[in-house]
Antibody
Framework: QVQLVQSGAEVKKPGASVKVSCKAS????????VHWVCQAPGQRLEWMGW????????QYSSKFQDRVTITRDTSANTAYMELHNLRSEDTAVYYC????????????WGQGTLVTVSS | DIVMTQSPDSLAVSLGERATINCKSS??????????LGWYQQKPGQPPKLLIY???TRESGVPDRFTGSGSGTDFSLTISTLQAEDVAVYYC?????????FGQGTKLEIK
């Protein structure tokens, strides 16, 4: 069955970077895209960007474009989201989700990774 | 970015009754004979779960009490007979553009 398993919770200081992983199983990793979505406490879901796991092409939200890097390792069936120059308002749960294409819904989601930014 | 606005923000419905959540987009989501609109259910401490895509197509395994309708800019999610396990926050999502966006969420509770 399709599964996306994310890395564990992180606590970071302002100005630091965090890298969250998303390991896929149960499907052909390179035939899909992986979206990254964040959710601050009590807030709506917010799309951050995606990566085409096949060719490595990426697209980022204008809000995060200057601070986020999404990559993938096809040998490990794993996608990564790295957020730089962390601020307290980046405290949120970060989700990866599978998409059929760049403009697609998200049919399977990871369990989420809580990132806490605090001095 | 396309702005998605849901109504109401919260809703309390009796068990067995009908619940309807509305979603309006700032521009049409219709193209290529389909609407690029999805609905998700999120329970506390869990990731979102896809319920509906293409505005009205139920995802595999989703109970048929969940129905999506609408086209263009106005959409609805209806739960025909509310069950206790349906308590959750519901989100609409547009994927018409590469930069997908979500509504603010509607919290559904039991009256």
């Amino acid at each position: 069955q399709v599964q996306l398993v994310q890395s564990g919770a992180e606590v970071k200081k302002p100005g630091a970077s965090v890298k969250v992983s998303c390991k896929a199983s149960g499907y052909i990793f390179t035939r899909y895209v992986v979206h990254w979505v964040c959710q601050a406490p009590g807030q709506r879901l917010e799309w951050m960007g995606w990566i085409n796991a096949g060719n490595g092409n990426t697209q980022y939200s204008s809000k995060f474009q200057d601070r986020v890097t999404i990559t993938r390792d096809t040998s490990a069936n794993t996608a990564y989201m790295e957020l730089h120059n962390l601020r307290s308002e980046d405290t949120a749960v970060y989700y990866c989700a599978r998409g059929i294409g760049s403009g697609s819904y998200d049919d399977y989601w990871g369990q989420g990774t809580l990132v806490t930014v605090s001095s | 970015d396309i702005v998605m606005t849901q109504s109401p923000d919260s809703l309390a419905v009796s068990l067995g009754e009908r619940a309807t959540i509305n979603c309006k987009s700032s521009q049409s989501l219709f193209s290529n004979n389909r609407d690029y609109l999805g609905w998700y259910q999120q329970k506390p401490g869990q990731p979102p779960k896809l319920l509906i895509y293409g505005a009205s197509t139920r995802e595999s395994g989703v109970p048929d009490r969940f129905t999506g309708s609408g086209s263009g800019t106005d959409f609805s999610l209806t739960i025909s007979t509310l069950q206790a396990e349906d308590v959750a926050v519901y989100y609409c999502q547009q994927y018409y553009t590469i930069t997908q966006t979500f509504g603010q969420g509607t919290k559904l509770e039991i009256k």
